[in-house]
């Protein structure tokens, strides 16, 4: 039971400070880039945090007993040894993991949108409109468990090299944080071209944010196509510096 609960103390820990590594960089790039975009937002910053916290804790249990179980026990299907599969199967396993992810992800977050469960739980993410870098992260406790407990299960079910699974926490950690920054840091030949029309960033994400519907998914936009919630990119206005920011709400 002691190697458990260390296990999910050093996750914890691990996951808490990458999130306040990776959002305070992007709050750092956001404030050489369009200074005062976070000017007044201060106080609701310091809520943002305290709750990514929160929830770096609530991520953090699970992902320590997977880690224990991994080790001590053999219990999941992640693997060291490259030669265990085909060569081909390590971006396989990428892409199996972002799909997978984000179909939950899409399915909870719209069930999280229900007026009911919109009021318990999810409105506390939505108190951060504009979004800022910090508010990736920003969930109440119900809403970090439903994030926490998806890679872990996955692991259990799906092969993935330990080195994959390090790239999808990756792209995880930089499309949460980005798609809140409240900008959009990806040149708009990308968002407005043929690769725009699937994937979603920072454009398409705060118009979820704005409206507060659609455009419910993490990484791709194929789930919102399918069935009817896609609501199109958000306004962005182009801003001093550089790169595009949030147009006035």
Do not use: C
Not at 229 to 237: E, H, M, N, S, V
Request: cysteine-free; hydrophobic content about 50%; aromatic content about 14%.
């Amino acid at each position: 039971m002691a190697a458990i609960i260390f296990s999910a103390l050093a996750m914890t820990l691990i996951v808490g400070v990458r999130y306040l590594l990776s959002s305070g960089v992007f709050a750092f790039v956001t404030k050489l880039r369009h200074p005062g975009l976070y000017r007044g937002l201060e106080a609701r910053i310091w809520r943002e945090i305290g709750w990514s916290l929160a929830s770096a804790a609530i991520y953090g249990i699970p992902a320590g007993i997977v880690a224990w179980g991994w080790q001590a026990r053999g219990w999941t299907r992640l693997y060291t040894d490259v030669d265990a599969f085909p060569l081909w199967y390590l971006p396989v396993s990428l892409l199996a993991y972002l799909i997978l992810h984000d179909t939950w992800f899409y399915w909870t977050h719209r069930w999280m949108h229900r007026p009911r469960w919109f009021r318990i739980v999810h409105a506390v993410h939505h108190q951060s409109r504009p979004p800022t870098a910090w508010a990736a992260m920003s969930f109440h406790p119900i809403e970090a468990i439903t994030g926490a407990v998806v890679i872990p299960a996955l692991l259990f079910v799906v092969p993935i090299h330990v080195a994959v699974l390090g790239l999808v926490l990756a792209i995880m950690t930089l499309m949460g944080v980005a798609n809140h920054m409240g900008w959009e840091m990806f040149p708009r030949a990308l968002v407005h071209g043929p690769a725009g029309d699937w994937l979603i960033t920072a454009t398409h994400h705060d118009q979820h944010h704005t409206a507060y519907r659609g455009n419910y998914g993490l990484y791709f936009r194929f789930w919102d196509k399918a069935w009817g919630t896609d609501i199109g990119l958000g306004r962005f206005a182009p801003a001093a510096g550089g790169g595009e920011r949030a147009a006035d709400r």
